[in-house]
């Protein structure tokens, strides 16, 4: 017994653990396989963010067990509250605390064997990607109303500056030209260890040759200051000129309500002064719809805020209950027909706003990263399709932007 399936669900926190997973299982001398069928036993990397996201961890768990024969392992934030019914079909549970120790934990419960490197290498998965996440904190302190991940992950913990630089320079030296910076909560990178994001930034523009990019997860508007604006505009594309600001609502009455520590006047502020210092930068945000309480007036004040912030995409999310949180037992829960209703609404507002986007990048002169199929993402993550031949995968190029379609941008080869 030594072939290994790992399973993620969630946040890219939770991919980029994984990586950290198959890195270790390989040198453990394990085999990482690509396919459920080839495992002898299967790990899942779980989400419990919400119901939803639950029941889609339960559902596989069952399945797993159900249609194959295999040992079932679940760690993540679904393993700290897993229920009976779930664990009737599991053979280990690994806390979410415990959770790089999983391997060892598997090791003391199954007999395990262990193969030759030169065997393991010619079996290694998970390592055609051109983008690779980096993993820099866990936890979060902020106790949003609506959010159960505080008390699944705990306190911010941010890895060391060193620890960092030398895993940026591991997976530079594997290929990767693009790294994003992912954790529970990056803004508060560094409060634990007596550093800040933004010294890190510094330690890893000064470490980066040309031709790799950083690009930044999630940030809340207090986060963002002028300071870090001008880092990302100076730093010769070395960071992303994309920002994903999570705004969840325009409503201060709401904002207040989800135990955010910003204003909408924040959020139009930050967002205008990202855009009149970077050029191209782009702006995505996260929102929720349908939280307790909110009316019709506080969704129009969520609408203005997006389009005064001069937002260009948008995830959108109706509010669900979650056991555990502050909202769960907040009263005026809002019927699920007009969640539906605001979150279509915001869904085609999100189309408009990133065809919008994409318009305005004709004629413009790009970087592209190519991941697959003659296609890959700019600076600002816009989705670009190369149009020539011998276009390499992994390759940075700089393109100019001839047109668009259903599908992103169109762009041919500048030398």
Known sequence: MNRVYFHTFGCKVNISEVEQLRDKALKKGLLCV???DDADIVIINSCAVTQNAEKKCRDFIKKIKRNYDKKVVVTGCFASVLDDESKQYVDLVVENAEKLQVLDKISLYFDLEYCSSFENMARVSGYDKTRAFLKIQDGCDSFCSYCIIPYLRGKPKSKRVDEVLEELDHLISRGFKEIVLVGIHIGKYGQDIGVDLKYLLERIIQR????????????????????????VKNSNGK??????????????KILKAMNRNYCREDFIKICNRIKENIDDARIGSDVIVGFPGETDEDFEDTIDAIVNGGVDFLHVFSYSKREGTKAYNMSNHIPKKIKEQRAKRLREMGRTLKEEAERKMVGKI?????????GGHTSNYHYVIID???????????????DRNKNGLVGVIVE
């Open 388 to 402: 020539g031949e011998n276009v390499k995968r992994n390759e940075l190029y700089k393109v100019e932007i001839m």
């Open 366 to 374: 790009v970087s592209v990263l190519v991941e697959s199929g003659g």
């Open 208 to 231: 980066l040759s040309n031709g790799v990019r950083i690009r930044l997860s999630s940030l809340d508007v207090g986060e963002i200051d002028d300071e870090l604006i001008d880092m």
């Open 34 to 36: 690509d396919r459920l």
């Open 239 to 252: 960071i992303c000129n994309h920002f994903h600001i999570s705004l969840q609502s325009g409503s201060d």
